[in-house]
Nanobody
Framework: QVQLVESGGGLVQAGGSLRLSCAAS????????MAWFRRAPGKEREFVAA????????YYADSVKGRFAISRDNVKNTVYLQMNSLKPEDTAVYYC??????????????????WGQGTQVTVSS
């Protein structure tokens, strides 16, 4: 089992940057594929980015491609989301999630095994 704790959210002006972190407990972090999702007010949880166990494959939602970058450090048991050129529509609660067995359904939140509690990101115009 793994516990996930996000941090790094906050209030930023449009065009600004934030870096989210997700720290995982336990010694098995490198066994998990990791992802970031977000939920905006009144909307469903949506996929943002995913990274496989050894960073060999990375995937992004079209809406963040070229602006966001996911990375991980398996020594520090942490996954990151660098967010640049932020837009008001990026405002949401951001969640990290862990997935044991990667599949083509990686954008589907229901297949993930563990979730963090979320961190709020607010982008002002």
């Amino acid at each position: 089992q793994v516990q996930l704790v996000e941090s790094g959210g906050g209030l930023v002006q449009a065009g600004g940057s934030l870096r989210l972190s997700c720290a995982a407990s336990g010694r098995t972090f490198s066994r998990y594929n990791m992802a970031w999702f977000r939920r905006a007010p009144g909307k469903e949880r949506e996929f943002v980015a995913a990274i496989t166990r050894s960073s060999e494959n990375i995937y992004y939602a079209d809406s963040v491609k070229g602006r966001f970058a996911i990375s991980r450090d398996n020594v520090k048991n942490t996954v990151y989301l660098q967010m640049n050129s932020l837009k008001p529509e990026d405002t949401a609660v951001y969640y990290c999630a862990a997935l044991t067995f990667f599949s083509g359904s990686y954008q589907n939140p229901s297949i993930y095994d563990y979730w963090g509690q979320g961190t709020q990101v607010t982008v002002s115009s």
